[in-house]
T-cell receptor
Framework: QQQVKQSPQSLIVQKGGISIINCAYENTAFDYFPWYQQFPGKGPALLIAIRPDVSEKKEGRFTISFNKSAKQFSLHIMDSQPGDSATYFCAASMRRGGSNYKLTFGKGTLLTVNP | KAGVTQTPRYLIKTRGQQVTLSCSPISGHRSVSWYQQTPGQGLQFLFEYFSETQRNKGNFPGRFSGRQFSNSRSEMNVSTLELGDSALYLC?????????????????FGAGSRLTVL
């Protein structure tokens, strides 16, 4: 059972455009929603994260939009650059038994930004 | 500040063998988690250790095991390797502050150990 569904699988955007990646979750107990960025040969790195009491969070060119009632959240990359070309993963976790660290990941989106 | 260090970075094994992977967390980080990454299944949680105790476990068979030492370094072991165990195994560490709210402790991943089973 896939608890976090991510789309699209791949995305091609022109430099300067907006990249949008969507995720939907099923478990209403999730209370932390991070996005990770992974370059080839590297481990995932935290990009930005949000908690369900906030509908939007912006950090530079990256924005998370969160819709609690629809159980959906999305990543928007404004003014996309070739250096943003990477695989992006959404994830979710819940606090249970004193631990926050069992992240459930989406399948990933391969973003290519053409120059 | 050194990041999360995983060794070895690459290894090749044959079916039926066993393998041990090592993870050195960021200094001061007390929680270590392990994830398996494959093209088909994506990133899947294996287990998490804190103060030498396994706190969480994912849905993997008993062939997958791990441990954490008093210095927070961690190892994971896979016995009786199968072809499907070929994957990138990622370790992540976190401060794991007591009583911190969900998400307050960020996971920092290592570059992974790429296991190929022939």
């Amino acid at each position: 059972q896939q608890q976090v569904k991510q789309s699209p699988q791949s995305l091609i955007v022109q430099k300067g455009g907006i990249s949008i990646i969507n995720c939907a979750y099923e478990n209403t107990a999730f209370d932390y929603f991070p996005w990770y960025q992974q370059f080839p040969g590297k481990g995932p790195a935290l990009l930005i994260a949000i908690r369900p009491d906030v509908s939007e969070k912006k950090e530079g060119r990256f924005t998370i939009s969160f819709n609690k009632s629809a159980k959906q959240f999305s990543l928007h990359i404004m003014d996309s650059q070739p250096g943003d070309s990477a695989t992006y993963f959404c994830a979710a976790s819940m606090r249970r038994g004193g631990s926050n660290y069992k992240l459930t990941f989406g399948k990933g989106t391969l973003l290519t930004v053409n120059p | 500040k050194a990041g999360v260090t995983q060794t070895p970075r690459y290894l090749i094994k044959t079916r039926g063998q066993q393998v041990t992977l090592s993870c050195s967390p960021i200094s001061g980080h007390r929680s270590v988690s392990w994830y398996q990454q494959t093209p088909g299944q994506g990133l899947q949680f294996l287990f998490e250790y804190f103060s030498e105790t396994q706190r969480n476990k994912g849905n993997f068979p008993g062939r997958f095991s791990g441990r954490q030492f008093s210095n927070s370094r961690s190892e994971m072991n896979v016995s009786t390797l199968e072809l499907g165990d070929s994957a990138l195994y990622l370790c992540a560490s976190s401060l794991a502050r007591q009583g911190a709210s969900s998400g307050a402790n960020v996971l920092t991943f290592g570059a992974g150990s790429r296991l190929t089973v022939l």
